[in-house]
Structure formats: C-alpha cells, structure tokens
C-alpha cells in the first residue's frame, strides 16, 4: 500500500536558519505530492504541491522537488522566521482511482528567536 | 470563498452516547472527504463523497460510523455508542474535481472526547 515517511520531530531551529525536513514515500504509479502545514489552533493549509516527477512546488519561500528516482520530496526553506512554527505534513494522492491523501506522520517545527 | 466549515469545533460526550458532525463545504466543490487525526499522528482517511454519491469508505470506517451527504452539499458524519477510542480530531475537505489531481482543501476540524 502507499505509505508516507516524515523525518521525526520536533525540530528546533533559530530564526534565518536553513530548513529541511525530509519525507519519501512508497506508492504505485506516479503519485501527486503535497505539503500541508497546521499552525496552532487552526487547521490544515496546503502549502505547495507537485504532480510530476521533477516539478518543484513552492510557496513563501518554501520549496519541495518531486525526486522519483529517490522517492522523496524533501521540504526546504533557507530562512525560516518565528512565525514557521508549525506541525508540517507531506502527504501523496495516488492517482490509481481512490482520491484519498495518505499522510506522513507529521513533524513539528519550532522557530525560535 | 468561505472556506469549508466544521460544527460543532469541540463536542465533549459519554461512552455509548450518539454523535453527529457536520460539514459544509466550499460552495461548488463536488468532492467531500472525511479524515480522522489522532494527536502526534497525520489525518487517515475515513470515507468520500462525489456529489451526493459515497464512493469509498476505509476499513476505518465501522458499522458505528455513518455519513450522508444528501444533497451533494453539506455532510454530516455520525458515531454510534462512542467509545473512547473514538477520541480523535474529524476534519473534513473538499475539492473541485477538474481531472488530473484535485487539491483538498481542509476545514479546522471537530475535536471529539469521549469520557
């Protein structure tokens, strides 16, 4: 079955500091690739997204590659600022007939100043 | 645009108690999903509707959990005899679908416990 992998949380990091937090993934096909983020309180917001192998998705300042010969789609930003903080999620669509998003884990980042 | 909306946003019950949430989606999106989040764990897909039509339902999804959406608008789900381990975050999507992939848009959720 499809599955999504996330790097562990939580994460720390100083304000302008470079991020990364990486995801890959296991589906058949070629699947769409998403990354949502929940700030505190709120719910979930799409972020940036890519549906072909080698599409870059982006979004403040955010970006993610869609690798498919590594089945990862790492998300990066190279200066992050308090109001990051977060819990991001990276998520993959099938594209094989069910529409359902599978989600990773998620992984919580704290931006401090 | 509205966003896609969740009510009631917290709804505190007794094990065995009956439970209904609602959704109201972005107006003109013909697909509605339902998830369920568990705290430190992403949303696991429970069921989706195209239009008033229910077209797939996890293994998620017991005999206890009903949803409709009757007339391709809102939607509610519904829990029979919760039990504790109902306890979890419901949240609800929406999308617009064109072909190709559809982009899911969430609403803040209904946090349920269950005593």
């Known amino acids: 079955g499809n599955s999504v992998t996330q790097m562990e949380g939580p994460v720390t990091l100083s304000e302008e500091a470079f991020l990364t937090i990486n995801c890959t993934y296991t589906a058949t096909g070629y699947p769409s690739l998403f990354w949502y983020v929940q700030y505190p309180g709120e719910g979930l917001q799409l972020l940036l997204k890519?549906?072909?192998?080698?599409d870059k998705g982006s979004n403040k300042g955010f970006e993610a590659t869609y690798r498919k010969e590594t089945t990862s789609f790492h998300l990066e930003k190279g200066s992050v600022q308090v109001s990051d903080s977060a819990v991001y999620f990276c998520?993959?669509?099938?594209?094989?007939?069910?529409?359902?998003?599978?989600f990773g884990t998620g992984t919580r980042l704290t931006i401090i100043p | 645009d509205t966003g896609v909306s969740q009510n009631p946003r917290h709804k505190i019950t007794k094990r065995g108690q009956n439970v209904t949430f609602r959704c109201d989606p972005i107006?003109?999106?013909?697909?509605l999903y339902w998830y369920r989040q568990t705290l430190g764990q992403g949303p696991e897909f429970l069921t989706y509707f195209q239009n008033e039509a229910q077209l797939e339902k996890s293994r998620l999804l017991s005999d206890r959990f009903s949803a409709e959406r009757p007339k391709g608008s809102f939607s509610t789900l519904e829990i029979q005899r919760t039990e504790q381990g109902d306890s979890a975050m419901y949240l609800c999507?929406?999308?617009?679908?064109?072909?190709?992939?559809?982009?899911?848009?969430f609403g803040p959720g209904t946090r349920l416990t269950v005593l």
């Open positions: 107006s003109e999106h013909n697909r």
């Open positions: 998520a993959l669509h099938s594209n094989f007939g069910n529409e359902k998003l599978t």
């Open positions: 999507a929406s999308s617009l679908s064109r072909g190709g992939t559809d982009t899911q848009y």
């Open positions: 890519a549906t072909k192998a080698d």
